[in-house]
């Protein structure tokens, strides 16, 4: 059973699967049967870096941690709808341009000083500051007053308004639609008294106080080892009633000793890659259940729209239609996900109704291929183009099993259609470096979706590299209006038929070939209970887990 770890990141871009939750008298039930204590252990195939601060967080594992430690105004259920968290509410003005929090009054910091409207005000400007580098600056940018605060123009920041102590006021220059998601759930806040220690620039590179976060989340951080892992423990001042577990550990785990420390019960979560049934049977023989999520995110194969030979929607469509994809989700994912066609899975609430399928064709590929000006000599099974064999060259992580396996089937169709393709595995670095310079032919990478469905950083065409991850330099100024379009509504409701028919035309369009919509798959011991495997993220359930020996 022995088997390389599919590790699973908690990134707050990656998972998006939603389970039904139990009625009020189950969960009443339930509540009876609850019990306290004990430990949890996560198996992780990388130990976090030990950046504990969300504001600053670079490597996935400590956004882990960080997402558990820290809370943000509002999250999100088990269905993507907003839910209150620190905020107890919020409203929109008129205009939808000023967002008011009302926050609880009841929420303690891990050191047991209050959380106030202060540590909001204080978390906005901190990111907002000249010396701030984090990835937060992507929403605050979109604050009146900004670029004057950024640039010392103004000491105030003036779309920043504390009210009183519990409510707070978020106003931008624009209808911001993603001021919600953004600046309520992305944004994690983190306590004045801890950080206002001195000048920006020296805290946030303050190790110290980086590894000994305090935060209003269900867990606090015991102990840090690197190369090892973190413990959690429980957060008597949690505002929701303190977890029912004492402890929640990432425990360092290597491919070598995965086996073992789950025929051991040493641990009780861990990502587990392609299972085969004989595996799945093992696991549960060991009592643990397999636990499937479908992640918010497409593989996709990019194609450099700048080059004539792929202009042109018909010649794109022709390759879709030569990838086999079922086949690939088949053999390379083991069917742990599904064949994309769109950038949404089809558990999300924006995925369309009646979209192409581009169902595996190899004939229907070569007609488009024609229409589209190409030339196929059935003497010597080739596709010409412009008089000469059409080859291009296809550039993708290497050191990779599946991706392997990816681009031998990719190129075998291709071949099979008379297009021969030259396989250039790299190091992810280099890759993303040549597809940001438009450097390539095709190439292949996966990506998450924003929760609230912005498509804009992908497909908009002002969002070229350096500004967005628009690699393939598509242009459609129908999609560019669809786009800035949601992006002024501030509710799902509004925006799902806008994203309906942007993602109509993306499947239309293909400005890149949609391959799959991949699980992650975890084994999760039976002892926890209350467990949900739930979007956006399973931790953040876990103070309602509770574990039977």
């Given amino acids: 059973m022995k088997r390389k770890l599919s590790l699973i990141l908690s990134l707050i871009i990656t998972v998006c699967f939603a389970f039904t939750g139990c009625g009020d008298a189950e969960k009443k039930e339930q509540a009876k049967k609850v019990k306290t204590g004990g430990v949890v252990t996560e198996a992780i195939g990388t130990s976090p870096s030990g950046v504990f601060l969300p504001t600053a967080f670079t490597f996935s594992y400590d956004a882990s941690i960080n997402n558990i430690v820290y809370d943000g105004l509002l999250s999100l259920d088990e269905n993507m709808d ?22 609880r009054n009841d929420v ?6 209050k959380f106030t409207a202060d540590d909001v005000d204080f978390t906005f400007k901190f990111c907002s500051d000249e010396k701030y580098k984090g990835p937060y600056t992507m929403f605050v940018k979109n604050i009146t007053g900004y670029e004057d605060y950024k640039t010392g123009k103004s000491t105030e920041l003036k779309g920043v308004k504390k009210i009183d102590d519990y409510t707070i006021e978020i106003t931008t220059d624009e209808v911001y639609g993603s001021a919600l998601i953004n600046f309520g759930f992305m944004m994690r806040i983190i306590p004045e008294h801890i950080w206002n220690k001195d000048t920006v620039e020296k805290v946030q590179n303050d190790t110290n106080l980086i590894r000994k976060p305090i935060g209003t989340g269900a867990f606090k951080l015991e102990t840090f080892t690197p190369d090892q892992g973190v413990e959690l423990v429980a957060n008597e001042y949690y505002w929701k009633g303190k977890p029912n577990i004492d402890k929640y550990v990432f425990k360092l785990v290597s491919s070598e000793t995965a086996e073992s420390e789950i025929l051991n019960k040493e641990v009780d979560i861990i990502g587990v890659g392609n299972l085969t049934k004989e595996d799945e049977e093992t696991y549960k023989e060991q009592g643990y259940r397999i636990e499937d999520i479908t992640n918010n995110a497409y593989h996709y194969v990019g194609l450099n729209l700048r080059k004539p030979q792929f202009s042109d929607k018909k010649t794109r469509q022709a390759l879709a239609y030569a990838l086999d994809r079922e086949t690939i989700v088949k053999e390379v994912l083991k069917g742990k996900g599904e064949v994309a066609y769109n950038p949404y899975p089809s558990n999300f609430w924006a995925h369309p109704d009646g979209l192409n399928e581009y169902k595996f064709n190899p004939k229907k590929s070569i007609e488009l291929f024609k229409e589209a000006g190409f030339e196929y000599k059935e003497n010597d099974k080739k596709m010409y183009y412009n008089g000469n064999p059409f080859t291009f060259t296809y550039k993708y992580v290497g050191g990779d099993e599946s991706k392997t396996k990816y681009a031998l089937i990719l190129q075998q169709n291709f071949k099979d259609i008379g297009i021969d393709v030259e396989l250039k595995p790299m190091e992810f670095t280099a890759l993303s470096n040549d597809v940001k310079n438009g450097d390539f032919d095709t190439y292949s990478m996966g990506i998450g979706n924003f929760y609230d469905g912005d498509l804009g950083p992908s497909y908009l065409s002002t969002l070229t590299p350096p500004n967005g991850y628009n690699y393939t330099g598509y242009n459609n100024p129908k999609v560019d209006e669809l786009i800035k379009k949601a992006s002024t509504m501030v509710t799902k409701e509004e925006r799902e038929p806008v994203l309906k028919e942007i993602a ?16 992650s798959t975890m084994a999760v011991s039976d002892r926890i209970k209350n467990f949900k495997n739930a979007q956006p993220i399973y931790s953040q359930y876990s103070n309602e887990w509770f574990v039977e020996d």
């Fill in 82 to 103: 907003i839910a209150p968290n620190l905020a107890e509410s919020y409203e929109f003005s008129n205009d939808n341009k000023t967002l008011t929090f009302k926050l």
């Fill in 108 to 113: 303690k910091w891990h050191d047991g000083e």
């Fill in 504 to 519: 109509t035309i993306l499947n239309d369009e293909l400005p890149v070939i949609y391959s799959y919509h991949w699980k």
